[in-house]
């Protein structure tokens, strides 16, 4: 069996995979912060220069033709992004517009009011991880948010407009933090 070669594991091996700064010219090297890791020049104090190593950009997949921007007049596109494929504008850096079809669906039906407020609507949206929780509209204003999916049923109790099923039980709660009552569905 023949020795591995440590040159392949050596420092100045590993720094010229990343290659020069387009800065200043200087090698560039693996940095880490939290749980995340970038590249940095290493002329750190007087080069800033920094570039980051995952790939969350968005790609254009397909133009859809005979569709037009209501903003601008652009196409429209099939795009990918970070949290997964949506319709927008192909005029990106100068337009915005993205197309989502899932608020027109929410939109045509009635969201529930929201609880603490009495204001706003209940919409159900996603997080990062996949995650989804419903919030009012009115979200500067009004902080509420919950897991469990809203009803527009009125509590016995405490006279609150909206009930939320628990995923569990096949009760309804209210989630109103000075009544929690709980009835059957």
Same mark, same amino acid.
């Given at each position: ?19 020069? #700064? $387009?800065? *200043?010219? &200087? !090698? +560039?090297?693996? =940095? ?5 890791? %970038?590249?940095? @020049? /290493? ?25 037009? #921007? $209501?903003? *601008?007049? &652009? !196409? +429209?596109?099939? =795009? ?5 494929? %949506?319709?927008? @504008? /192909? ?25 603490? #407020? ?68």
């Amino acid at each position: 069996m023949s020795k591995i070669n440590s040159d392949l594991f050596s420092s100045a091996a590993s720094q010229a995979a990343y290659g020069d #700064c $387009p800065e *200043c010219g &200087a !090698k +560039l090297t693996i =940095k880490y912060k939290g749980k995340s890791s %970038f590249l940095a @020049c /290493t002329a750190y104090p007087n080069c800033v220069y920094t570039q980051g190593m995952s790939d969350v950009d968005v790609t254009q997949l397909k133009v859809i033709e005979d569709s037009e #921007c $209501p903003n *601008c007049q &652009a !196409k +429209l596109a099939v =795009k990918k992004g970070r949290y997964g494929m %949506f319709i927008g @504008c /192909t005029n990106f850096p100068d337009c915005h517009f993205i197309s989502s079809n899932q608020s027109q669906v929410e939109d045509k039906k009635t969201s529930p009011l929201c609880p603490l #407020c009495q204001d706003g609507e209940l919409h159900k949206k996603q997080n990062r991880f996949g995650k989804f929780f419903y919030s009012c509209t009115n979200y500067p204003k009004c902080k509420f948010i919950t897991n469990n999916e809203p009803v527009a049923v009125q509590c016995e109790r405490c006279q609150s407009p909206t009930m939320f099923s628990l995923a569990k039980k096949s009760t309804l709660q209210c989630e109103v933090s000075h009544c929690l009552h709980e009835q059957n569905s």
